[in-house]
Protein backbone atom coordinates (compact mmCIF):
# COMPACT_ATOMS: atom_id res chain seq x y z
CA UNK A 1 0.00 0.00 0.00
CA UNK A 2 1.15 3.96 -0.24
CA UNK A 3 3.37 5.01 2.23
CA UNK A 4 4.17 8.29 3.75
CA UNK A 5 4.26 11.19 0.89
CA UNK A 6 5.56 14.46 1.26
CA UNK A 7 5.35 17.46 -1.25
CA UNK A 8 6.77 19.75 -2.14
CA UNK A 9 10.26 17.66 -1.67
CA UNK A 10 12.59 20.64 -2.04
CA UNK A 11 11.42 24.07 -1.31
CA UNK A 12 13.92 26.89 -1.93
CA UNK A 13 12.46 30.15 0.21
CA UNK A 14 13.87 33.75 0.27
CA UNK A 15 14.03 34.91 3.86
CA UNK A 16 10.97 36.37 4.97
CA UNK A 17 8.26 34.24 2.37
CA UNK A 18 5.79 32.11 4.08
CA UNK A 19 5.90 28.28 2.94
CA UNK A 20 3.38 25.58 3.71
CA UNK A 21 4.52 21.66 3.53
CA UNK A 22 2.15 18.90 2.84
CA UNK A 23 1.93 15.38 4.73
CA UNK A 24 -0.38 12.55 3.67
CA UNK A 25 -0.19 9.88 6.12
CA UNK A 26 -1.05 6.04 5.75
CA UNK A 27 -4.87 5.59 5.51
CA UNK A 28 -6.22 5.07 8.44
CA UNK A 29 -3.43 6.26 11.07
CA UNK A 30 -4.49 8.02 13.45
CA UNK A 31 -1.54 9.73 14.89
CA UNK A 32 0.88 12.02 12.98
CA UNK A 33 3.86 13.85 13.44
CA UNK A 34 6.26 16.16 12.38
CA UNK A 35 9.87 16.54 12.54
CA UNK A 36 12.79 18.87 12.23
CA UNK A 37 16.32 16.93 10.89
CA UNK A 38 18.80 19.54 10.32
CA UNK A 39 22.24 18.20 8.55
CA UNK A 40 24.24 15.96 10.37
CA UNK A 41 21.76 15.29 13.36
CA UNK A 42 18.77 12.95 14.26
CA UNK A 43 15.12 14.27 13.81
CA UNK A 44 14.15 16.32 16.26
CA UNK A 45 10.12 16.59 17.86
CA UNK A 46 8.21 19.09 16.55
CA UNK A 47 3.95 18.35 17.32
CA UNK A 48 1.98 15.62 17.80
CA UNK A 49 -1.71 15.00 16.25
CA UNK A 50 -4.54 12.29 17.40
CA UNK A 51 -6.32 12.42 14.27
CA UNK A 52 -7.66 16.28 13.89
CA UNK A 53 -6.33 17.25 17.50
CA UNK A 54 -2.93 18.70 17.83
CA UNK A 55 -2.37 17.17 21.07
CA UNK A 56 1.20 18.59 21.79
CA UNK A 57 3.36 21.41 19.99
CA UNK A 58 5.89 21.93 22.41
CA UNK A 59 8.54 21.52 19.75
CA UNK A 60 7.64 24.28 17.40
CA UNK A 61 10.50 26.67 17.49
CA UNK A 62 8.69 29.67 17.50
CA UNK A 63 5.13 31.50 17.04
CA UNK A 64 6.10 31.25 13.20
CA UNK A 65 5.19 27.53 12.92
CA UNK A 66 1.63 26.46 12.54
CA UNK A 67 0.68 22.99 11.69
CA UNK A 68 -2.93 21.61 11.29
CA UNK A 69 -4.85 18.66 10.48
CA UNK A 70 -8.37 19.61 9.97
CA UNK A 71 -9.72 16.19 8.53
CA UNK A 72 -7.93 14.28 10.74
CA UNK A 73 -5.92 12.72 7.58
CA UNK A 74 -3.62 15.26 5.86
CA UNK A 75 -1.56 17.72 7.79
CA UNK A 76 0.33 21.18 6.99
CA UNK A 77 3.31 22.32 8.58
CA UNK A 78 3.20 26.09 7.42
CA UNK A 79 6.33 28.37 8.63
CA UNK A 80 5.50 32.70 8.13
CA UNK A 81 8.32 35.02 7.21
CA UNK A 82 11.17 32.19 7.30
CA UNK A 83 14.49 32.55 8.72
CA UNK A 84 17.92 31.25 7.85
CA UNK A 85 17.93 28.95 10.91
CA UNK A 86 14.42 26.75 9.41
CA UNK A 87 17.15 25.33 6.78
CA UNK A 88 16.15 21.60 7.38
CA UNK A 89 14.29 18.93 6.43
CA UNK A 90 10.73 18.23 7.47
CA UNK A 91 9.88 14.62 8.34
CA UNK A 92 6.21 13.60 8.67
CA UNK A 93 5.54 10.32 9.84
CA UNK A 94 2.19 8.73 10.82
CA UNK A 95 1.31 5.56 12.84
CA UNK A 96 -1.72 3.30 13.25
CA UNK A 97 -1.91 3.91 17.49
CA UNK A 98 -2.48 6.40 20.35
CA UNK A 99 0.63 4.95 22.12
CA UNK A 100 4.23 5.30 21.89
CA UNK A 101 5.09 1.99 21.17
CA UNK A 102 3.52 1.57 17.67
CA UNK A 103 5.76 2.11 14.93
CA UNK A 104 6.32 5.39 12.80
CA UNK A 105 5.91 5.36 9.64
CA UNK A 106 8.30 8.64 8.23
CA UNK A 107 7.66 10.16 4.44
CA UNK A 108 10.64 10.94 2.65
CA UNK A 109 10.78 14.66 4.08
CA UNK A 110 10.85 18.29 2.74
CA UNK A 111 14.23 20.00 2.49
CA UNK A 112 13.79 23.69 2.80
CA UNK A 113 16.67 25.54 2.23
CA UNK A 114 15.69 29.04 2.98
CA UNK A 115 18.16 31.75 1.31
CA UNK B 1 12.79 13.87 26.86
CA UNK B 2 15.58 10.76 27.07
CA UNK B 3 19.62 11.94 26.45
CA UNK B 4 20.28 9.66 23.93
CA UNK B 5 24.21 9.44 22.86
CA UNK B 6 25.56 7.33 20.37
CA UNK B 7 29.01 7.51 18.47
CA UNK B 8 29.03 9.65 15.04
CA UNK B 9 30.82 7.24 13.09
CA UNK B 10 31.53 4.05 12.20
CA UNK B 11 33.77 2.09 9.77
CA UNK B 12 32.89 -1.96 9.18
CA UNK B 13 34.24 -4.28 6.34
CA UNK B 14 31.80 -5.90 4.12
CA UNK B 15 31.04 -9.31 5.56
CA UNK B 16 32.08 -8.61 9.27
CA UNK B 17 29.67 -7.71 12.49
CA UNK B 18 29.62 -4.61 13.79
CA UNK B 19 27.53 -3.19 16.60
CA UNK B 20 26.71 0.25 17.04
CA UNK B 21 26.00 1.31 20.92
CA UNK B 22 23.55 3.91 22.10
CA UNK B 23 23.24 5.17 25.90
CA UNK B 24 19.94 7.26 27.29
CA UNK B 25 18.60 8.15 30.27
CA UNK B 26 16.77 5.52 32.25
CA UNK B 27 14.28 7.98 34.34
CA UNK B 28 11.03 8.29 32.29
CA UNK B 29 12.28 5.72 29.80
CA UNK B 30 9.47 2.94 28.31
CA UNK B 31 11.15 1.54 24.96
CA UNK B 32 14.33 1.56 22.58
CA UNK B 33 13.37 2.19 18.75
CA UNK B 34 16.40 1.84 16.02
CA UNK B 35 15.79 3.56 12.66
CA UNK B 36 18.27 3.23 9.47
CA UNK B 37 18.17 6.35 7.58
CA UNK B 38 19.71 6.19 3.97
CA UNK B 39 21.17 9.60 3.00
CA UNK B 40 18.45 11.76 1.26
CA UNK B 41 15.33 9.26 2.17
CA UNK B 42 13.04 8.87 5.12
CA UNK B 43 13.78 6.55 8.51
CA UNK B 44 12.81 2.91 8.46
CA UNK B 45 11.86 1.00 11.40
CA UNK B 46 14.23 -1.43 12.51
CA UNK B 47 13.83 -2.49 15.60
CA UNK B 48 11.83 -1.99 19.33
CA UNK B 49 12.76 -3.16 22.64
CA UNK B 50 10.79 -2.49 25.49
CA UNK B 51 12.23 -5.53 27.74
CA UNK B 52 15.76 -6.58 28.95
CA UNK B 53 16.92 -8.54 26.16
CA UNK B 54 18.11 -9.36 22.29
CA UNK B 55 15.62 -9.56 19.73
CA UNK B 56 17.20 -11.20 16.52
CA UNK B 57 15.51 -10.14 13.23
CA UNK B 58 17.74 -11.70 10.67
CA UNK B 59 20.84 -10.67 10.16
CA UNK B 60 20.16 -7.33 12.45
CA UNK B 61 20.09 -7.59 16.28
CA UNK B 62 18.99 -4.90 19.25
CA UNK B 63 19.68 -5.55 22.51
CA UNK B 64 18.42 -3.57 25.70
CA UNK B 65 19.59 -3.33 29.06
CA UNK B 66 16.82 -0.88 30.99
CA UNK B 67 18.84 -1.17 34.53
CA UNK B 68 22.14 0.25 32.49
CA UNK B 69 20.51 2.58 30.09
CA UNK B 70 22.12 1.23 27.41
CA UNK B 71 21.15 -0.68 24.02
CA UNK B 72 22.83 -2.04 20.89
CA UNK B 73 22.44 -2.80 17.32
CA UNK B 74 24.02 -5.83 16.11
CA UNK B 75 24.48 -5.88 12.44
CA UNK B 76 25.90 -9.47 10.73
CA UNK B 77 27.09 -10.22 7.42
CA UNK B 78 27.73 -6.35 6.64
CA UNK B 79 26.61 -5.55 3.01
CA UNK B 80 27.20 -2.24 1.44
CA UNK B 81 23.50 -1.62 1.14
CA UNK B 82 24.21 -1.21 4.78
CA UNK B 83 25.93 2.03 4.78
CA UNK B 84 23.51 4.38 6.30
CA UNK B 85 22.96 5.99 9.58
CA UNK B 86 21.21 4.80 12.25
CA UNK B 87 19.02 6.62 14.84
CA UNK B 88 18.47 5.37 18.30
CA UNK B 89 15.49 6.83 19.83
CA UNK B 90 14.09 6.58 23.00
CA UNK B 91 9.86 6.42 24.29
CA UNK B 92 9.19 8.28 27.10
CA UNK B 93 6.90 7.15 29.80
CA UNK B 94 3.46 8.66 30.77
CA UNK B 95 1.35 10.98 29.54
CA UNK B 96 3.97 11.95 26.42
CA UNK B 97 4.87 8.19 25.51
CA UNK B 98 3.97 9.10 21.95
CA UNK B 99 7.05 11.40 21.47
CA UNK B 100 10.80 9.71 20.79
CA UNK B 101 13.94 11.98 21.26
CA UNK B 102 16.09 11.00 18.73
CA UNK B 103 19.59 10.69 19.15
CA UNK B 104 22.40 12.48 16.45
CA UNK B 105 22.60 9.02 14.18
CA UNK B 106 25.88 6.86 13.65
CA UNK B 107 27.05 7.22 10.33
CA UNK B 108 28.31 3.74 8.88
CA UNK B 109 30.09 3.19 6.17
CA UNK B 110 30.55 -0.30 4.90
CA UNK B 111 33.61 -0.97 2.87
CA UNK B 112 34.88 -3.89 0.49
Known amino acids: GAGVSQSPRYKVAKRGQDVALRCDPI?????LFWYQQALGQGPEFLTYFQNEAQLDKSGLPSDRFFAERPEGSVSTLKIQRTQQEDSAVYLC?????????????FGPGTRLTVT | GQNIDQPTEMTATEGAIVQINCTYQ??????LFWYQQHAGEAPTFLSY????GLEEKGRFSSFLSRSKGYSYLLLKELQMKDSASYLC?????????????FGKGTKLSVIP
Open chain 2, 26 to 31: TSGFNG
Open chain 2, 49 to 52: NVLD
Open chain 2, 89 to 101: AGRNSGAGSYQLT
Open chain 1, 27 to 31: SGHVS
Open chain 1, 93 to 105: ASSEGLAGNYEQY
